[in-house]
């Protein structure tokens, strides 16, 4: 009888710790934007409406899901990959960060959220990386290469129920004229539950790893409907 309750208890340890595996698709889509998206905190107004939900976050430490909800939508059209995300969190009167105005390409303080896209740099592949915090503050990167600045945007506004942003990325950031002939883009996202804490706690979609484009989960570059 105890060896039947010790595989039974290794059964049940064993079904829970694959079962957030079991749920990944490791794929996401962008939809096609039928009109400029605008930031709305909710993102619930055309035409991020029709965007698929990206909200598979799970710990980094590889133990679940992230504790915070996290939603990301994505929009792409002519000039630009467009990034609606939410950030819920259940203290928002915790939320840190230093005053917007910090100097460029200083790594942001606190509670951020961060981006990893795969690109061209002239005829060789790269990724680039774009993190912000809840104030604006923002860093990019061309792979390690912190002088690299592009001409991307996010407007970012707290709630009461967590932080939203908007963030508007050229394609020509990514080495692309522009979407076509890309079926998709390899992305990987990061949120860093802060709190002012001395470490953050992150959420990755999927199971990626910074700075690893072997990782990235492909975004699928949906056409007009």
């Known amino acids: 009888p105890n060896g039947r309750h010790m595989l039974a208890a290794l059964r049940q340890t064993f079904e829970a710790q694959i079962a ?3 749920e990944m698709t490791f794929r996401g889509s962008a939809a096609r934007a039928a009109t400029t998206p605008t930031f709305t905190a ?3 107004d055309a035409p991020w409406a029709v965007a698929e939900q990206l909200s598979q976050f799970y710990n980094q430490r590889g133990n679940g899901r992230f504790e915070e909800k996290t939603v990301v939508r994505a929009l792409h059209d002519d000039t630009a990959l467009h990034l609606g995300v939410r950030c819920f969190d259940r203290e928002a009167g915790a939320l840190h960060a230093l005053p917007a105005g910090q100097p460029r390409d200083k790594w942001p303080a606190g509670d951020k959220f961060e981006i990893f ?3 061209r740099n002239g005829d060789d592949a790269c990724y680039y990386q774009f993190a912000y915090d809840i104030n604006g503050n923002c ?3 061309r792979g390690r290469d912190a002088a690299w600045n592009g001409a ?3 407007v970012t506004r707290t ?7 908007m963030v ?4 020509t950031d990514l080495g692309f004229d522009g979407p076509a002939h890309l079926p998709a883009i390899d992305a990987l996202f990061a949120r860093y539950l802060n709190h002012n804490q001395a470490s953050s706690k992150i959420g990755l979609w999927f ?3 910074v700075h690893r484009p072997e990782t990235f989960v492909p975004i699928e570059l949906k056409p007009a409907p």
Not at 159 to 165: E, F, I, L, M, R
Not at 168 to 171: A, M, Q
């Open 168 to 171: 508007t990325i050229p394609w």
């Open 207 to 209: 199971v990626g790893a």
């Open 139 to 141: 860093f990019d990167a």
């Open 117 to 119: 896209l795969a690109g």
């Open 159 to 165: 709630t009461d129920d967590g932080w939203s942003s």
């Open 20 to 22: 957030p595996f079991e």
């Open 42 to 44: 909710e993102f619930e």
């Open 152 to 154: 991307w945007q996010v």
